[in-house]
C-alpha cells in the first residue's frame, strides 16, 4: 500500500470552511483553496459514478436474464435468450469471451499488486471505486455484445412453476441487495472511501462483519446470484453457458476469498468460520431430532442446550 502524508488524512477540526474576499484573497476562516478542492469534489462525482452505475447494471442485467417483461418482447434484445442470429459456435465462444473478461476482472483487480498500481497513480481511498468502474464496464459488456442461441432447454408451461421460479428469481437479487447491506454498501462500492478522503478523513480499516444475513448463511451474496442466473422458467442453451461458467467461477473464488479472508482477519475469520458452521449443525440436529421425535418420541434426544451465547460471533 502506498504510504500518504500525514497532512492529507488530518483530522477535521471545526469545520473551517472556504471564503473568497472579492480580492481572491483568502478571509481568516478558510483553511483550503479552491484548487486543492476541486480534485477532492472530482474524486467524490467519480466514486458517486461508480455507486450510480452498478445500480444502472443491475437493473440491466436483471432485465436482460429475465427477459424481461416477458420473453416473446424482452425490454432488451438481444437479451440473455431471446434475439441474435450468429452461428452457435460463434455466439458460445464470443460468449465465453466475455464472461471470461468479467471474471478475470473480479479477480485480478482484487489483487494486491492491482491494488497497489491503482494507489499508485491515484489517491487510495478511490482504488475501490476504480474497481467499481471496471466491474461496471465488463458487465456492461456482456449485456452489449451478448449473442443469444435460442436452442431452448426448458420452457415451463405450468403457471404454478412459473410462478414458483419467478418467485425465486426475484428473491435471489432481493438477497443479494440485503447481503450488501448486511456489509455496508457504500463501503462495498467505495463511496463511504471517497467521502472520507472527501473530507481529509483516514478512511476507516475495514473489519470482518458477521450481523444481519452472515450469521445464518456464510455467502449470502453467492446464493442470491446463482438464484438469479438459474431460476428462469425460460432457458436457452446461451444463457445455461452464462449461469454454468459464472456458477464455477464462483465456486473457484470462495476458495480464494477464505484464504484473503483469513490472511486479513487471522484469528478472527477462523472463530466466525468455526461457530458459524456449528450454529448450522446446531439447528440442523435439532431440527433433525424433533421431527424423528415426532415420529418416534423414544429416539428424540432433544434440542442441543447450547445457548446462543455459546456461538457467539467474534
Excluded at 480534485?39 to 445500480?55: I, K, N, Q
Excluded at 428462469?232 to 446461451?238: E, F, I
Excluded at 431440527?287 to 415426532?294: E, Q, V
Aim: proline content about 6%; charged content about 15%; glycine content about 6%.
Amino acid at each position: 500500500m502506498i504510504a500518504m502524508p500525514a497532512t492529507e488524512f488530518a483530522p477535521a477540526r471545526k469545520k473551517a470552511r472556504m471564503f473568497l474576499t472579492p480580492s481572491g484573497n483568502r478571509s481568516a476562516p478558510q483553511k483550503y483553496t479552491l484548487s486543492h478542492t476541486t480534485p477532492r469534489v472530482a474524486g467524490l462525482l467519480y466514486a458517486g459514478s461508480a455507486f450510480a452505475g452498478t445500480f444502472a447494471f443491475f437493473a440491466a442485467f436483471i432485465i436482460f436474464l429475465g427477459n424481461l417483461p416477458k420473453a416473446s418482447n424482452p425490454w432488451l434484445t438481444p437479451s440473455a435468450d431471446v434475439g441474435g442470429g450468429m452461428a452457435w459456435p460463434v455466439a458460445l465462444a464470443l460468449n465465453a469471451l466475455l464472461i471470461t473478461i468479467f471474471c478475470l476482472q473480479h479477480s485480478l483487480m482484487a489483487r494486491a499488486g492491482a491494488k497497489r498500481a491503482i494507489a499508485a497513480v491515484m489517491p487510495e481511498p478511490l482504488e475501490r471505486a476504480t474497481y467499481v468502474h471496471a466491474a461496471n464496464v465488463a458487465g456492461f459488456l456482456v449485456i452489449l455484445l451478448w449473442q443469444p442461441v435460442p436452442v431452448v432447454l426448458w420452457d415451463i408451461d405450468s403457471d404454478f412453476l412459473k410462478a414458483v421460479l419467478w418467485i425465486a428469481f426475484g428473491l435471489g437479487w432481493l438477497l443479494l441487495f440485503v447481503a450488501a447491506l448486511s456489509i455496508d454498501l457504500l463501503e462495498l462500492l467505495g463511496l463511504r472511501q471517497a467521502w472520507a478522503w472527501f473530507n481529509r478523513h483516514q478512511p476507516a480499516q475495514l473489519a470482518l462483519k458477521t450481523n444481519w444475513l452472515y450469521r445464518y448463511i456464510e455467502r449470502p451474496m453467492y446464493v442470491g446470484v446463482l438464484l438469479g442466473f438459474w431460476m428462469t422458467p425460460y432457458m436457452t442453451v446461451a444463457h445455461a453457458a452464462l449461469a454454468a461458467q459464472l456458477t464455477l467461477y464462483i465456486a473457484i473464488a470462495m476458495s480464494f476469498e477464505r484464504r484473503d479472508l483469513r490472511t486479513r482477519f487471522g484469528a478472527d475469520y477462523d472463530r466466525w468460520r468455526e461457530s458459524h458452521s456449528a450454529r448450522c449443525i446446531e439447528r440442523w440436529a435439532s431440527s433433525w431430532s424433533l421431527s424423528i421425535g415426532r415420529a418416534n418420541p423414544r429416539l428424540c434426544c432433544g434440542p442441543s442446550t447450547k445457548t446462543k451465547s455459546d456461538f457467539s460471533r467474534p
